[in-house]
């Protein structure tokens, strides 16, 4: 695909080998679950550097390049990142993720993409092993490169790994997004999906149809976000639709909320049915109703929008009784933080999501997400959300369980990088764990005894339209990476 002006504009920018790499590497689409673009676009990117390439059963590449001269005596580093990103796009944006390139420009210190996710999640971090990968005048142990697949909706790269393609003993995992930051833990998660069949009837042919639109809202990270009281769509959603059953006679056909399992939803559409005589009764109330929400949020979601359109009839709505059933599931469903940590301070402990909620044609799906550090706090949320929604007769499922990483104070790895993060920036940095769902608890159950470390740049808004990546972060991050590879200790 060819670069437009603004990617070329990026590729201008320092360290020019990786902005070139993430921009070529932007080029490929890569959402997961569909990565073979981008799986081939490794293999052929490790191959065309003469280095010895390993692409496993399930996508993983594994690249390894020698030691440079003199530190063939150092310890082997696992660089590790995914290759796939979250695909998002605003409503109004017109853009196809299975054929076109990220269009991404230079907005002061930040790169950005025009009305989509940028992909610097964890693009930043693959482009930076590349760029290592190439480099002639780098000095480095020897280094094996991992990059996993289908880290976003399953971690299925990691927890499939076959852990015979590596002998390194540390591993630098590139995916934390602040650049103060060293992550020594992280939550892990499970998934609950539920789904139920509704029973139709037919709409008042009397009444007057609306298509009710909640938009506008930050959404973001479900783990790195969820702290910051952020309005999910979803739930924003259902309030309107069961403070509106109190006022007038609805009827409703239609719920399209939210999009991916780990994004905080950040729009949702009902298609709802009232009676003629009521319909200026409604848009008071909606009217209403939204400036109560407005104000309840209006130092996070000054982008919030609600909104009632006049669409024609539908023919079919659920029934009354389904209607109470599914707007008081919703409702009970616990969403945003469960428990905060008792151990670590302002540590989310255990939180839940919900991301997808969808009524149409006869079946009502909700698709949440649930995080924890802790097993047992995990296993108790996805067992509240699960229960709300199994009372009312869905069947519900669970999969995708991931382990989290329990944290090492006693690391070596990190005692090198907190010393040399001092020394370089004359500042302390931020030793923490994260309520992401990283990769390194998996890799670390496969690979024992792995000395692990997770950091990276600045990057805000992962998961969303508003994502963006710290130009000045990432130079900063470069120099720190290329400093700790030369530290990097000898061989037990």
């Known amino acids: 695909m060819p670069d437009t002006t603004s990617n070329m504009e990026v590729k201008n920018l320092e360290p020019q080998s990786l902005w070139n790499n993430f921009a070529n590497l932007n080029a490929v689409p890569r959402a997961s679950k569909k990565e073979g673009c981008v799986i081939q676009f490794m293999v052929d990117f490790g191959e065309s550097l003469g280095l010895e390439t390993i692409q496993d059963h399930t996508g993983n590449v594994v690249i390894k390049k020698p030691a440079t001269v003199g530190m063939e005596g150092r310890q082997t580093v696992i660089l590790q990142s995914h290759l796939d990103m979250v695909h998002q796009k605003n409503g109004d944006t017109v ?59 399953g971690m299925t790269g990691a927890i499939e790994l076959e852990p015979a393609n590596l002998s390194g003993t540390i591993l630098l995992n590139l995916d934390t997004e602040e650049d103060n930051e060293l992550t020594i833990g992280c939550a892990g998660g499970i998934d609950t999906n539920t789904i139920y069949n509704y029973k139709q009837e037919a709409v008042n042919k009397d009444g007057i149809a609306f298509e009710i639109v909640v938009k506008g809202l930050l959404g973001g990270h479900s783990g790195m976000d969820i702290h910051k009281g952020r309005a999910n769509a979803n739930k924003l959603m259902n309030r309107i639709l069961h403070a509106a059953s109190q006022v007038v006679s609805l009827q409703l056909s239609e719920i399209d909320g939210g999009s991916l399992r780990n994004a905080i939803p950040r729009e949702s559409k009902s298609i709802i049915t009232v009676p003629a005589v009521q319909k200026e009764t409604f848009l008071e109330f909606l009217k209403t109703f939204a400036a109560t929400i407005h104000a309840e949020y209006q130092s996070i979601e000054a982008g919030l929008n609600i909104s009632a359109n006049p669409i024609a009839l539908p023919d079919f709505a659920l029934s009354k009784a389904d209607f109470d059933k599914i707007v008081l599931a919703i409702y009970a469903l616990p969403n945003g933080v469960f428990r905060m940590s008792p151990d670590i301070a302002n540590l989310v402990e255990t939180s839940s999501n919900l991301a997808r909620v969808i009524l149409r044609k ?45 944290p090492n104070p006693d690391s070596a790895i990190l005692d090198l990088m907190t010393s040399l993060y001092r020394d370089i920036f004359n500042a302390e940095p931020d030793v923490n764990a994260c309520h992401a769902g ?41 120099g720190y990476l290329l400093k700790v590879l030369e530290q990097i200790p000898a061989k037990k």
């Open 95 to 153: 853009f196809n993720f299975d054929t076109q390139g990220i269009e991404m420009y230079v907005d002061g210190d930040w790169v950005r993409a025009k009305g989509t996710t940028l992909g610097a999640d964890n693009g930043i971090g693959v482009a930076t092993i590349m760029s290592i990968l190439a480099a002639k005048d780098i000095v480095h142990p020897a280094i094996e490169a991992l990059f996993t697949i289908d880290e976003e909706t």
């Open 438 to 478: 990283l990769e390194c608890g998996i890799l670390g159950g496969h690979l024992p005894g792995m000395d692990m470390i997770s950091f990276g740049p600045t990057i805000h808004g992962a998961h969303s339209p508003d994502e963006c990546v710290q130009i000045s972060s990432v130079q900063k991050f470069w």
């Open 362 to 406: 006869g079946e009502f799906v909700t698709q949440s997400l649930q995080r924890s550090s802790v097993e047992s706090t995990k296993t108790d949320v996805a067992n509240a959300v699960g229960a709300a929604l199994s009372l009312m007769g869905c069947d519900v499922s669970q999969s995708g369980d991931y382990p989290g990483w329990k």
